[in-house]
């Protein structure tokens, strides 16, 4: 049986001595449509003749709004993306509040899903959306759309948006405090839009000296590797689109479907996302990675009556970050979104906390900066990671230990589907995955939620038993 202990957050409590003291004013929450204004005293050097120059690796939710917020805050901003049209694999699904967080217009999300099934490894199918308000929605997104999105804006924030392949930094002898002295970013810009992986990144090679960097470029960051800072357990994601005939299409109008048991993931959930006019099914794993192609079938073959006649029209893989990378932040580079690894267990969600720690990281960097007119120093970055685990840890956790629990085996599973059938299970699940905010609980439900979540384990674990018994 897994563990319950909970590990030490990499990062939580981590310090250095390059943290520095100095008075800032609070500046206001940032605003789509206003700039980042903050009046502080500070003592690190003035950047002369320009202001701080930052340089944002990667055009995903993570580096869009990263970029966005520094370019409105005053910095000089690089936004560097290897792929315009990158189409990265993903569910696409976005929490409510992201949409009104990150002022998303509404004719880029192609579904509102109102209604998701959870679907028990003996197929039994509870409806887990019976609580949601009128106005309550989880998002469906295109990727495609929604970083290109990102990326536009943050150009017409000011951000110079480079079409270019990073390859490597030179990170200066001494980045420490009172260096500014700058990194050296090498990277091959793009002629045409498309990146052709054969040719590794064609194009003229260039270098370009920032400030600070933000790596924001994904799973396989090589900001992170120039950084050294290690490497993550990470699960390999499979995901076909599949586009079915209209009528069937019809069933996914607002409706997206969450398979669980061994034969579509061992520890992870199997989907069937609705798209614009196809679906995208998909699983995921980490302890099983060659079987992927197995768990992929089953995951289609138990949606098969619902997507029958389906014809696949893409299929895409890539890794997904189990926990942060062991260290986030190096002198003035800092990693936010799947680059520092900020995926939760259990929903395997990533989009908003990239977007989030995208823009958190920027924050911080602005405020040091005193809006680009001085130097920023580690301690000024590591501002965010501080706010980022302050906010987010209680989060990760319980999704960790909820996937531990219920992830373990089919009976533990037919366990979580059943106890999903709770309303007050449904509202605590919605409300804390819509709203990005640990939500109190009444205390009277909060007792019969936990007799009855024991009940559920108490019979699975007795199933289990029996089921071992016969297979001895
Ligand atoms: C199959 C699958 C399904 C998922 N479903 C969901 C879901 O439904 N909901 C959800 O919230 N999350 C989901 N996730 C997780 C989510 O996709 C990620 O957490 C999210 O994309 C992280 O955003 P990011 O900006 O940090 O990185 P990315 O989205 O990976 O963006 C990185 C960007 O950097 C660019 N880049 C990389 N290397 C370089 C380089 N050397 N030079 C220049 N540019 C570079 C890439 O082209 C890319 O545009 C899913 C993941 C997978 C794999």
Known sequence: MSSLALKTFAGLSHRTTAET???????KPISTHKRFIVRAGKFSPKVTGR?????????????????ETL????????????????????GGAIPLCMVGEFDLPLDIIDRRVTKMKMISPSNVAVDIGQTLKPHEYIGMVRREVLDAYLRDRAAAAGANVINGLFLKMDVP????LGSDAPYVLHYTGQ????????TGGAGERRTLEVDAVIGADGANSRVAKSIGAGDYEYAIAFQERIKIPSEKMEYYENLAEMYVGDDVSPDFYGWVFPKSDHV??????????????????ATRHRARDKILGGKIIRVEAHPIPEHPRPRRLSGRVALVGDAAGYVTKCSGEGIYFAAKSGRMCAEAIVEGSENGK???????????????DKTYWPTYKVLDVLQKV??????????FVEMCADKYVQKMTFDSYLYKKVVPGNPLDDLKLAVNTIGSLVRANALRREMEKISV
Request: with cysteine; net charge positive; hydrophobic share 35%.
């Open 280 to 297: 995208a099914v998909g699983t995921g794993t980490v302890t099983h990675k060659g079987d992927i192609k197995k768990l992929q079938f």
């Open 51 to 67: 202001n701080l120059r930052v340089a944002v690796v990667g055009g995903g939710p993570a580096g869009g709004a990263a970029a």
């Open 406 to 415: 219920f992830y373990r085996s089919n009976p533990a599973r037919e366990a």
């Open 374 to 388: 001085r130097m920023v120093e580690e301690g000024d970055l590591r501002k965010y990671l501080e706010k980022w």
């Open 191 to 198: 002629v045409a839009l498309l990146y052709d992986a054969k």
């Open 71 to 90: 370019a409105k805050g005053g910095i000089e901003t690089v936004l560097i993306e290897r792929k315009m049209d990158n189409c990265k694999p993903c």
């Open 173 to 176: 002898k001494s980045a420490g």
């Open 21 to 27: 003291h100095h008075t800032i004013s609070h500046p």
